[in-house]
């Protein structure tokens, strides 16, 4: 595979023969068992998670694959196609490991089974190989596509499991999201690790992300595609940025609280909306908290259309969803604006926003068939007129969430 070592690239397939190949090759015998875990998409509700609120993600057919082959060393050997970096830890030394070392996100999902399972042990060693084509960094989560992948292997091999499969899945993503925090560093909220472990294939998750109860929805698109496009930009919402925009809805929380006591702003509808915001009286707490409570109304409604068909709706919600990410919460930027706006005069195009947290990453459309060549074009050299950069696109297939393979 040419692609090696390259997780910004291109998205490749390998079959699972391919992988056992490289598992061979890379360790001198066969692996014994296989699992795969997605990537996801958020179709709408952004930034709505931390205040209450719900989101309407789906998995990918791309994500993260690993293999396993214990072995008689008692020590963890973490090998991946994607990087030139290898590790080889003693189990009883699981410990976070420094300069961002992609084993973290295994090391971290390890540590988190045995303490949420006390009856969970790591008793032997592993050889371990991780492929992903998830393009990393890009707001589709590799990684939490790398840890629901490595909680359902590990509770499975440390000897925990629940047999109640909606719990267990539950469990594997508040696994995935204990790494991401205390090994990653990284302070998210449950959606992604959710998205990967719960996926259904041609379904979206509406999710509440504070209780986490969900429904999946059936995404039928006939001769529509979701697209995604990737800014390849260097951008991303960081945790200072983030950290303020969580600041400033608590501030609205409190001014409003004063006429109207709330928890969080995914309470308010937008009646109560238009009676209580005279109560804010800092301005940008005001623009971030209408985002809020409009992006809770478009999620619900999104929904709504989904299941009743009307797509064209649900495409100019994603697009009012974009606008208001853009006005209101200022989290979009010159790269992810680019790309949505060009989206929006291609004919076909039934509506398109930025996915994820921002700045970077990616945005989602909804096109057509018979415009997807048109979009790209079009969307690839306004954007480069703009930005001078380069997008990539990918159609994207609604899957299944994490699995054993073999
Ligand atoms: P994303 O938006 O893709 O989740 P992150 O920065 O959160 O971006 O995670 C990317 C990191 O996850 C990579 O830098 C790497 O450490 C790890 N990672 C993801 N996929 C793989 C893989 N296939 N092999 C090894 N490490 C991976
Ligand atoms: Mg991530």
């Known amino acids: 595979m040419c692609e090696i070592y390259h997780l910004h690239l291109i998205i490749t397939i390998m079959t699972t023969q391919e992988l056992q190949i490289a598992f061979e090759e890379a360790y001198g015998r066969k692996a014994e068992k296989m699992y795969f875990a997605p990537g996801r998409v ?9 205040n209450g609120g719900c989101v309407f993600p789906c998995a990918l057919s791309f994500g993260a694959w690993l293999l396993i082959a214990p072995n008689t060393d008692k020590v963890l050997r973490f090998k991946s196609l994607n990087m030139p970096q290898t590790y080889e830890i003693a189990i009883d030394k699981i410990a976070p490991q420094p300069d961002r070392a992609w084993c973290n996100y295994s090391l971290g999902c390890m540590a988190i089974i045995a303490r949420r399972h006390p009856e969970a042990k790591l008793e032997q060693g592993y050889d371990l190989l991780y492929y992903g084509n ?13 840890e629901v992948v490595t909680a359902r292997a590990f509770t499975e091999e440390m000897g925990w499991k629940d047999t109640d499969d909606k719990a267990y899945r539950t ?10 925090h205390e090994y990653a560093g990284v ?5 992604d690790q959710f998205a990967s472990a719960q996926g259904k294939k041609d379904h979206a998750i509406y999710l509440n992300c504070d ?11 006939e001769g529509i595609k979701v697209v995604i496009t990737n800014t390849h930009s260097p951008h991303h919402l960081d945790s200072g940025a983030y950290n303020d925009r969580v600041r400033q809805c608590q501030l609205a929380v409190e001014q409003i609280s004063k006429v109207k006591p709330i928890k969080n702003l995914a ?3 937008e009646e109560d ?3 209580v915001e005279g109560a804010i009286s800092d301005p940008i707490a005001k623009k971030r908290a209408r985002h809020v409570v409009g992006e809770v109304a478009r999620t619900a409604d999104a929904v709504e259309a989904l299941k009743k068909g009307e797509i064209a709706y649900f495409g100019e919600l994603m697009t009012a969803s974009h606008v ?3 006005d209101d919460y200022e989290v979009t930027g010159p790269e992810l604006d680019a790309l949505a706006e060009a989206a929006w005069q291609v004919e076909g195009v039934l509506g398109s926003r930025m996915t994820g947290g921002g700045f970077g990453g990616c945005t989602v459309s909804l096109v057509k068939d018979e415009a997807i060549e048109t979009f790209k074009a079009f969307v690839g050299s306004e954007y480069e007129k703009k930005t001078g950069l380069k997008a990539d696109f990918y159609v994207a297939e609604i899957g299944d969430g994490v699995k054993a393979l073999i």
């Open 42 to 50: 958020n179709l709408i509700g952004e930034h709505t998670d931390y």
């Open 134 to 146: 998830v393009p990393a960094g890009a707001g589709l989560s590799s990684s939490a596509a790398m």
């Open 171 to 180: 469990e594997l993503a508040l696994i995935g999201q204990a790494c991401e």
């Open 187 to 191: 302070m998210c909220g449950i959606m």
């Open 211 to 221: 209780t986490m109860e969900f429904e999946h929805v059936p995404v039928k698109l």
């Open 267 to 269: 309470e308010l509808t």
């Open 273 to 275: 909306w238009r009676e």
């Open 324 to 326: 208001s990410l853009r």
